[in-house]
């Protein structure tokens, strides 16, 4: 389930709040309906230019949606007294959050104030400050917008831990989550997980060959013999995902497969006065997508989170080397103080050329012979007769994953089409390759 998909209204391009009436999902304006006509919610995708911003000083990138009581204000004194109700939703950006979180309505005032060139002596201000007081005093909490586009922030191996445990603080901290994550006992089972997971970090050189051949990746069936440890946290060197914005995905048990929650990265583009609050309260991730898999399921290279089985793959035929991360020795120490075991950081990247191959995976031709190709290509999963025994007189059926075959003692071609054989029209895997 995408958790990153923001709505807007079709008739006037603003992004919609929404909230829950029984069973009911209510779509508003932002600010208030008064003088509005009905909104049309619609993905924003399907819109071109949609106005996306804080709805406290129209500043970019909302971080936090605050709910209030539904709050109305009353203009006497005028010719006729006007009355405006305002949403009880308030998509609020970081820098104005900090004044919310410092009970500070004068603050707040005077800053979107400045902004709008708006003096203090003005009848508007005036205004601006009851309805500023009023939603920050009446504030009854707020929920992690997970609708936001944030350009990627730049993410190290040596951050893994502190990335992992301020995800696990926002699983366990106050602020809510996005409906299908915010049970306790899912934030608690996810976090507690996480706690123990190791942690992968996926080189550069490894992020660009999953981002070249994901797409292509025939289904797999998601199973206990691709998954590298039972839970983990997948960190790739850059996004990956069909629309460039998955940073991280982690998977934990659940009853019957697994929980998978893909991450987008947060704090590029944002001023650093507020990095500080920013990485404490909600860190690097964002969930943008959940959903539970049951074993067995089989997920392609099309799927949102395609990247991580397509790394499970890739790792599984072993084309791939696993190090342990040698941390800094603050990170070590920090985890030793609150006598935790030192985090299991473990990097991964591609098996530099070797002159022996070895443990090549089983090659689909059936012991043909056929001329080297000059590039890489996916063969689909299938089910073998493997030779065993006495003799090798006995034949069993074994299951190979999908896998991608090509010479692996040439460094990796980015350029290389791949193909997948199995599709109707295969192109042989020899020939020219288009450039
Ligand atoms: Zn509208
Ligand atoms: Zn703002």
């Known amino acids: 389930m995408n958790l ?14 929404h909230h829950h009436d029984g069973d009911q999902v209510v779509y508003r304006h932002p600010v208030s309906e008064d003088g509005r006509h009905q909104p049309v919610p619609v993905a924003a995708d399907l819109i071109g ?3 996306d911003r804080c709805h406290i000083c129209s500043g970019p990138r909302p971080v936090w949606n605050y709910h209030t009581a539904e709050l109305e204000a009353q203009g006497i004194g005028g010719r006729r007294e006007i009355i405006q109700t305002y949403n009880t939703r308030w998509h609020v950006c ?24 708006w003096h203090p002596t003005s009848p508007r201000y005036a205004i601006l400050s009851m309805v500023h007081r009023a939603i920050v005093l009446t504030r009854e909490g707020r929920t992690l917008l997970t ?22 603080g926002l699983l366990r901290g106050p602020a809510g989550l996005p409906d299908p994550l915010n049970a306790l006992e899912t934030r608690r ?10 942690l992968y970090w996926i080189n550069h050189e490894f992020t660009d060959l999953i981002n070249e051949v994901t797409r292509d990746q025939p289904p797999a069936p998601v199973t206990d013999r691709i998954t590298p440890s039972p839970s983990g946290l997948v960190v790739w060197a ?3 995902g069909t629309r460039g914005r998955i940073a991280a995905v982690s998977w934990t048990p659940h009853p019957g497969g697994w929980h998978l929650l893909g991450y987008r990265s947060i704090g590029a583009g944002l001023d650093a006065d507020l990095m500080p609050t920013l990485r404490r309260d909600i860190g690097w991730l964002i969930p943008v997508h959940t959903d539970h898999i049951p074993r067995t399921t089989s997920i392609s290279g099309s799927h949102p989170l395609g990247p991580l089985i397509t790394t499970w793959l890739l790792m599984n035929q072993q084309m791939t080397d696993t190090t342990p991360a040698t941390l800094p020795k603050a990170t070590r120490n920090t985890y030793h103080r609150s006598q935790r075991p030192a ?4 990097l991964v990247r591609i098996k530099p050329p070797s002159t022996t191959p070895a443990g090549d995976p089983p090659t689909p031709t059936g012991g043909r012979t056929r001329s080297t190709p000059d590039h890489r290509y996916w063969v689909s999963g299938h089910e073998r007769n493997q030779a ?31 193909r997948v054989l199995g599709r109707r029209n295969p192109e042989p895997p020899t020939g020219d390759t288009p450039q």
């Open 343 to 346: 985090p299991d950081v473990r």
């Open 189 to 198: 089972v996810l976090a507690e997980h996480l706690d123990r997971a190791p």
């Open 238 to 240: 850059h996004p990956t």
């Open 49 to 51: 230019d949609v106005y």
């Open 147 to 168: 609708t936001t586009d944030w350009p990627p922030a730049t993410l190290t191996p040596d951050m893994l831990p502190k990335i992992r445990d301020r995800l696990t």
């Open 4 to 17: 990153a998909t923001l709505m807007a209204c079709a008739t006037c391009g603003y992004s919609l709040t």
């Open 94 to 117: 970081a820098r104005c959050a900090q004044y919310f979180e410092a009970d500070d309505p004068a603050g707040l005032t005077a800053a979107s104030a400045a902004h709008m060139g």
């Open 388 to 418: 065993y025994g006495p003799g090798r007189s006995l034949r069993k059926k074994i299951e190979v994953e999908p896998f991608l075959k090509g010479p692996d003692d040439k460094p990796i071609k980015l350029s290389t089409t791949v």
